[in-house]
């Protein structure tokens, strides 16, 4: 079992930057994948960032690759994204989630996740 926690969510400003942050609990935590996703109303969930259990890898989505960027602390079973150069589009609750297995895109793959925090970019 995996527990997450999101947190750091708000509202910035179009250019500005936040800081999301999740909490994992669990006895495999260091066994597991981590991603985020993100849906905005009536939109599907979308794949943001993801990194391998070893830390070794990250992914990112096209829509944020360049701005973002996904780093983990497996000592504090913690995992960030740090949200640069935000765009009014990138408004969206934001999901961590968490997988035993290899990263991938597809929100179908993942087995874990948290309740989310809202992040809102204004124009």
């Known amino acids: 079992q995996v527990q997450l926690v999101e947190s750091g969510g708000g509202l910035v400003q179009a250019g500005g930057s936040l800081r999301l942050s999740c909490a994992a609990s669990?006895?495999?935590?260091?066994?597991?994948?981590m991603g985020w996703f993100r849906q905005a109303p009536g939109k599907e969930r979308e794949f943001v960032a993801a990194?391998?259990?070893?830390?070794?890898?990250?992914f990112y989505g096209d829509s944020v690759k360049g701005r973002f960027t996904v780093s983990g602390d497996n000592a504090k079973k913690m995992v960030y994204l740090q949200m640069n150069s935000l765009k009014p589009e990138d408004t969206a609750v934001y999901y961590c989630?968490?997988?035993?297995?290899?990263?991938?895109?597809?929100?179908?793959?993942?087995?874990?996740w948290g309740k989310g925090t809202l992040v809102t970019v204004s124009s």
């Open positions: 990194i391998s259990r070893s830390g070794a890898s990250t």
């Open positions: 989630t968490a997988r035993a297995g290899s990263v991938t895109t597809d929100t179908r793959h993942w087995d874990y």
């Open positions: 669990g006895r495999t935590f260091s066994s597991y994948a």
